[in-house]
Nanobody, 118 residues
Framework: QVQLVDSGGGLVQAGGSLRLSCTASRSISSIDVMGWYRQAPGKQREMVATIASSVTTNYADSVKGRFTISRDNAKTNTVYLQMDSLKPEDTAVYSC???????????WGQGTQVTVTS
């Protein structure tokens, strides 16, 4: 069984920065995509950013130019989300996700709260 541990959330003023981290409990081969998703109160969960093969990234329009997703090549099971120029509308629970090809699996972190005050 694999567990993903999210960390790095917190309370920050608008314009500030946070860095989220997500690490798997054990080494995993054949990782397909890693990503970050968020869910604000009363809203559906949405994709924030994804990364495949450490180079192919995809961002939600609302975070382009402000957030950066990356993977630690020395720690293949770790993914980061650098969040700059944070806005109150970025307030949500952020969860990481890992999809694995062999055997096929889909793992989620427990989530970390990000609160941005105006």
């Amino acid at each position: 069984q694999v567990q993903l541990v999210d960390s790095g959330g917190g309370l920050v003023q608008a314009g500030g920065s946070l860095r989220l981290s997500c690490t798997a409990s054990r080494s995993i081969s054949s990782i397909d995509v890693m990503g970050w998703y968020r869910q604000a109160p009363g809203k559906q969960r949405e994709m924030v950013a994804t990364i495949a093969s450490s180079v192919t990234t995809n961002y939600a329009d609302s975070v382009k130019g402000r957030f950066t997703i990356s993977r630690d090549n020395a720690k293949t099971n770790t993914v980061y989300l650098q969040m700059d120029s944070l806005k109150p509308e970025d307030t949500a629970v952020y969860s990481c996700r890992m999809t694995v090809l062999f055997p096929r699996a889909d793992y989620w972190g427990q989530g970390t709260q990000v609160t941005v005050t105006s």
